[in-house]
């Protein structure tokens, strides 16, 4: 399910553009990396996209070269499977990995934000007007890499 994030419109600075939508690979992902770690952004056959964290809480394993299914990733390493919307791995698993906000501007353009979101927050992504976009902070490569 797809939930509307309030993005605080006015400041932007520590959102990231992902370029389009389209730029996004059908059921996988990408990585953009920053300051903190790497994020993996997936484009799922249904609903929009998601971000969560690149690293599998098991064994580090890359998410983003998972094979997505549904709305959720496995883990290339042991096949955990991870939630897109929750971050939550499917019983009997217990771990879950951090989630990231996502947004679609009304031109296509994938957003995330780099504070992630707390347990509590509403997962999906949002549908918002076109912001003005700072000078970009981190870089976006192909998940094979």
């Keep these: 399910m797809n939930a509307l994030i309030d993005t605080g419109h006015s400041d932007m600075t520590d959102w990231i553009d992902c370029g389009t939508i389209d730029q996004l690979p059908l059921r996988g992902a990408r990585v953009i990396r920053h300051a903190g770690g790497r994020i993996a952004v997936f484009r799922p056959a249904q609903g929009l996209p998601a971000a969560i964290n690149n690293a599998c809480p098991h064994k580090a394993g890359p998410l983003a070269d998972g094979m997505v299914h549904g ?3 496995s883990c290339p390493l042991h096949g955990r499977v991870f939630d897109l919307d929750s971050g939550r791995a499917a019983a009997p ?10 947004a679609v501007t009304v ?3 994938v957003l995330v934000r780099l504070r992630p979101l707390s347990p509590a927050a509403p997962a999906g992504a949002a549908i918002m007007p076109n912001p003005v976009m700072p000078a970009p902070v ?3 490569t192909e998940a094979a890499e």
């Design 71 to 73: 709305r959720s990733v």
């Design 93 to 102: 698993d217990r771990d879950c990995v951090t989630r990231y906000p996502v």
């Design 107 to 109: 031109d296509g353009r």
């Design 138 to 140: 981190a870089t976006l």
